[in-house]
Structure formats: structure tokens, C-alpha cells
């Protein structure tokens, strides 16, 4: 029992380990927001897309069912907010822009 819990664990860290890794912007990015969708679950706004910083800091979120990638940052890290701004914003960039 304990070494089936021990490769469930370590099974479920492969799984989900990706959902708190820390990502950065490559250069000034292209990202969109979130607007509310089918059965209340969110997706990417493409028709009002923002600007992340170089060097944004991101968070990448689990996400599936988009040519996007779902990422959280700091609302400082894209040129419509204050860069004073500490709130968390959801943000989907294309895979090709994160390093």
C-alpha cells in the first residue's frame, strides 16, 4: 500500500508539477484577457488582446483546449494596467513567446 501511494504521489507531481512554474515573456508580448464563455468557463479574448512586458514574470496555469497558453501575471506586467499594480491577471500568450 505504502509504495502505491508513493507512485501516486510522484505520478500526480508529474501531472500537475507544471501548474506553479514560473515563466518570463521573451520580449514585449501580445497577450488577451479572459472573457466568460460556454457554461461559464473562460477563455481567451481575442478581439481585445494587451501588451505584456519583456521579462514578465508569469505564472503558467493548467489549461487545456486552447491554441493558447493560459498564464497568470502581475497586472504591473502589461502596459494597460499601473505598474504599480500587484493584482493577479489571467493572460493567454502564444507557447512560442514564453522562455
Request: with cysteine; proline share 2%; net charge positive.
Amino acid at each position: 500500500m505504502r509504495i502505491l501511494l508513493k507512485k501516486f504521489s510522484h505520478l500526480l507531481l508529474i501531472i500537475f508539477g507544471e501548474i506553479h512554474k514560473m515563466i518570463k515573456t521573451k520580449r514585449d508580448t501580445i497577450g488577451y484577457l479572459s472573457q466568460r464563455g460556454h457554461r461559464g468557463f473562460y477563455y481567451p479574448d481575442e478581439t481585445n488582446p494587451v501588451i505584456l512586458l519583456k521579462g514578465a514574470d508569469l505564472e503558467r496555469l493548467h489549461w487545456v483546449g486552447s491554441h493558447l497558453v493560459a498564464t497568470c501575471a502581475k497586472a504591473g506586467d502589461i502596459s494597460l494596467f499601473s505598474d504599480k499594480d500587484e493584482r493577479k491577471v489571467s493572460v493567454w500568450i502564444r507557447k512560442e513567446n514564453l522562455e
